[in-house]
């Protein structure tokens, strides 16, 4: 990964900031990979958690984990099952793969845990619906994983919007990727991972956009997936191509309510540097924000405004801002996810709005699939 990807996860807390720890959350991590790391370092900066338990499928790996950030008297579980089972818990962490992202939510929901649901949602449309429902029902905090939420720059999207600088908005164009850059382990395969480029940073890139305009349902969908360089030897060892059975690219035109135009396409692997930027536009100015390279989840440099001025075509650069105080993004999820269940929400990143990001994801899917336009239908909750 490069650098800018992983800086992102440096844990930078602020100390001096104030948090009431007369009252310590005992919190459980389920799976233990690599972005289990990220929440690790961040619940060890929080002076009002406790992580008392975690569990992985794959045996010796929490007990390794733990053991490797130094984290004492934690009790180990063979899966989620059996830690949600054995412990009085306010919260878990669920750091899976994306196909173990709905069940642990679920059964932890119905045992009355808070829940910080690391992104995507999950793989399926019917699998987020039953996530949306077992939340409903339980009362407790779900908050999704997209820490580029707290950025400021990412923020300042959804305020030009609503400033009124854009005008209406009826256009929109997101997405991006990367030339070169396939995850491989659990990323690869549909048995763990479910969805490819489509959802690991497709889901970023709709929510940067779906959130600035405050998130319209989708209506149609007409999708297309290809996983040409992952399957192939030419860019992959013969062991991953093999087992590579997700996108590695993929494009979409989505239809959304108030007749606004969502046009998406994303990428871990094509012959191009950049598919092209985020762009927004309105009746009154056209928003562009530079895509990254690698497409981090991140604003890629400062933001332009394209709009007249008294009948002059002007631009109005916005420059990137640095965000307040010393945390950074990642912790700035985790505490934003304590603070919500101390105070008893909401919660930070909803799934009222994410559960519209994922039918986009599986609406993509299914009429790539097809081969034809389909129909967003999202079942009550
Ligand atoms: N927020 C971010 O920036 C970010 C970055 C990377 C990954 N992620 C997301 O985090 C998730 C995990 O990614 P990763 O790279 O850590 O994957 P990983 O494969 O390294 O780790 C997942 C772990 O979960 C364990 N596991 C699976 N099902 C389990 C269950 N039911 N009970 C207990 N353990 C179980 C696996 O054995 C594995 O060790 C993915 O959904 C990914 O999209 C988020």
Redesign the pocket.
């Known amino acids: 990964m490069p650098d800018e990807v992983l800086s992102q996860?440096t844990p930078t807390v602020d100390k001096t900031a104030k948090i009431d720890t007369s009252k310590k959350l005992k919190v459980g991590i389920?799976?233990?990979?690599?972005?289990?790391e990220s929440h690790i370092q961040s619940f060890k900066n929080m002076p009002d958690v406790d992580v008392v338990a975690a569990?992985?499928?794959?045996p010796g790996?929490a007990e390794a984990f733990m053991k490797r950030f130094g984290v004492e008297g934690v009790r180990f579980y063979p899966?989620?099952k059996e830690l949600i089972d054995n412990e009085e818990l306010d919260a878990v962490s669920i750091?899976?793969?994306?196909r173990?992202?709905a069940?642990?939510t679920i059964y932890a929901l119905e045992h009355g845990i808070h829940v910080l649901l690391?992104?995507?949602m999950c793989v399926t449309l019917d699998e987020a619906v039953e996530i949306c429902r077992a939340e409903k029902a339980s009362g407790k905090i779900l908050s999704i994983?997209f820490?580029p939420r707290f950025d400021a720059n990412m923020q300042q999207i959804g305020k030009i919007v609503r400033s009124g600088a854009l005008g209406e908005v009826y256009y929109m164009q997101t997405g991006g990727g990367r030339r070169r850059g396939i995850p491989n382990?659990?990323?690869i395969e549909d048995k763990?991972a479910g969805v490819g480029a489509l959802g690991?940073i497709g889901c970023y890139s709709l929510d940067m956009v779906l959130n600035a305009i405050g998130y319209p349902k989708p209506l149609t969908i007409s999708g297309y997936t290809s996983d040409f360089f992952g399957t192939s030897t030419d860019y992959q060892s013969e062991y991953d191509a093999k087992r590579f059975s997700v996108d590695d690219f993929a494009a979409a035109f989505i239809r959304l309510e108030g007749g606004i135009i969502l046009d998406f396409r994303i990428s871990w692997a094509m012959h191009l540097d950049t598919p092209g930027d985020t762009i927004i536009l309105g009746k009154k100015g056209g928003l562009r924000i530079p895509s990254t390279d690698c497409w981090n989840g991140t604003v890629g440099g400062p933001m332009k405004i394209y709009h007249d001025v008294a009948g002059t075509q002007v631009e109005t650069v916005i420059p990137i801002l640095q965000n307040p105080g010393k945390m950074g993004l990642f912790d700035r999820k985790i505490r934003s996810f304590l603070d919500a269940i101390k105070t008893g929400g909401p919660a930070p990143v909803p799934t009222s709005q994410i559960l519209y990001n994922q039918a986009i994801i599986d609406g993509i899917g299914r009429s790539a699939k097809l081969g034809r336009e389909i129909q967003v239908v999202i079942p009550e909750i």
């Open positions: 996860f389920i799976g233990t990979g690599w972005i289990a569990a992985d499928l794959i790996k899966s989620h750091c899976t793969y994306n173990q992202h069940g642990p690391e992104k995507p994983g820490q382990s659990t990323f763990t690991d």
